[in-house]
């Protein structure tokens, strides 16, 4: 049987045994060129290269991190340079024989490793990890406690022993300057869908086509190889990484890919529906055949009561030869859904008339832009200049409104002000204090840059420093939204919980710099703490 292009892309299914690498001698498979086309060195690599090759013979390299996100990958590609000098450990979740557990299986490992003169090189689960420094043989006492320092906090290097986690190497994050927010699943993507002639995916792309054979599955795969297309997707996986918080490994990408290709929906629907993926499930919450605006809900009802558009006919005769196929004829229940999610998805494309191109700013991800411009001042700041006067501006004018909004909802007094934070209500008596919230560039200019997705609120209240908290995706987005008066619910509990210490650390410095106002009626109080005396005035 010849190779199709549906069996090819079988490489990619978390159900393929190519999803999991292993060290054999078994003979080359024809998917072995496949899968080998879908190899991107990520920078976790780079890093345990460098720590490998200067391992000493008491040296142990830790390769942690989740199912899936590559590390019998990285382990296999090292063992035939480095399987003379160092032993290998491609998986510390199994153990040696039936009757062993993984705990008693390591303690083998261990016992060997301090009886040879090699250094151990092994992959395992952070779950793992931790099980092993409660439970493991009290004569590896040293693996434990370097293993709980590592636990603890930043501690990559214990001793000899290298700890290296893939969550301290994310696959999507801000790059002051670079289009996509993930380097690697752009080039991941490009592997599998640019049309090259080197690339054996395309080659039997071409030949499918070329035969009339499979042609959703050929749309889809030409899609996937517009540079636009790759785009629109790679954000969509990063608002799931920032807004759900849902970890994205490398067998995920793969499995999302597969189904995109794959499912029986062209790839637009098949990037929201689906819940036979985890990531599609997290994706479809994003969906733009959700989005409720003027001109798409016009769109939609001159569709479906098949009123005459012109251009829209002649967009949708000329993507037929993408192998895309809408019927003006007839139309059928569902097609403008599935018309708005191919409008997103090609929004930076050029096709046809381009009558896709008038909905483009519908699909406007302007919050998750002006996050990353927020993101790339905060760690590029270098003081002063008109940087320092964009970050006062936000904090200033979005973020400490927002959050003083937030914390005043219940007091109608002061819904407005930016200086007081309410309190409480004693009777019939609100209670508030006088409050000066501003952006901390001192504490700015000495914090430690991070090379994740996140940044910090940097606030102080008078002349004192509050703690630093992360300001999340989720976090700028409610602000945003507490600043046109939305209250919130039970779906931003997670995110209330932030913005609650924030105001409870705000609270805890106002009260101690001794100025207080009482709300009764219509009657305004002004009570000061001086010497031990307090004093009340009573306002206009």
Sequence with gaps: MSMTLRKALSVLGKSSPFSVSTVSDKASDELDIYKNRLYVQQDIE???????????????????????????????????????????????????????????????????FKNSNKPLI??????????????????????????DLFLSGNHNLVGEFHFLDFENFSKFKFAIGEESYSEFAEQLISNLACRENSNPFYLRALEAESAG???????????????????????????????????????????????????????????????????????????????????????????????????????????????????????KRGDAASLIRLFSLLRE???????HQQFTSEFSELTLLSYARMWSLHMGYQGGGNDKKEIRKYYHNDFITGVLRYANRNAPQLQNSRGEIYLGEFGTVKLSAVVEVKFDFDALASLKKSRGVYFSALLKVFDQSLKSLPLTLNLFQLVEKLN???????????????????????????????????????????????????????GA
Excluded at 58 to 85: A, N, P, Q
Excluded at 349 to 355: A, C, G, K, T, V
Aim: charged letters at 25%.
């Design 213 to 331: 054979v499979e042609t959703k599955l050929v749309a889809n795969f030409n899609m996937l190889s517009m540079p636009g297309v790759r785009r629109v997707i790679i954000t969509q996986l990063f608002k799931a990484r920032l807004l759900k918080d849902q970890f994205i490994t490398t067998r995920a990408i793969l499995d999302l890919l597969h189904h995109l290709l794959t499912a029986d929906g062209y790839l637009f629907d098949n990037l929201y529906v689906g819940t036979a993926n985890e990531l599609v499930q997290r994706i479809s919450e994003f969906d733009p055949a959700l989005l409720r605006t003027r001109a798409l809900d016009d769109f939609i009802l001159r569709y479906e009561l098949g009123l005459p558009d012109i251009e829209l006919d002649v967009f949708v005769a000329q993507i037929s030869s993408l192998n895309i196929c809408f019927s003006r004829e007839g139309v």
């Design 122 to 147: 092994l992959g395992i689960n952070v779950g793992m990890l931790a099980n092993y420094s409660k439970e493991g043989a009290e004569r590896h006492r040293d693996f434990r406690e370097s293993i």
């Design 349 to 355: 494309q050029n096709i046809s008339n381009n009558y």
């Design 46 to 112: 780079k890093e345990f290269a460098d720590r490998a090759e200067q391992l000493g013979p008491h040296g142990v390299i830790f390769l942690c991190g989740s199912s899936g996100d590559g590390k019998s990958e990285i382990l296999t590609r090292f063992y035939s340079r480095l399987s003379e000098t160092c032993d290998f450990h491609l998986d510390a979740t199994h153990s040696f024989a039936p009757h062993e557990t993984a705990i008693q299986a390591l303690d083998q490992l261990f016992d060997k």
């Design 484 to 538: 046109y008066g939305y209250r919130p619910n039970k779906y931003d509990k997670n995110t209330v919980v932030i913005l609650d210490d924030i105001v409870e650390n705000i609270k805890n410095v106002a009260r101690q710099h001794g100025e207080l106002k009482l709300y009764e009626g219509d009657i305004t109080y002004t009570a000061k703490m001086d010497d031990d005396m307090i004093t009340v005035d009573r």
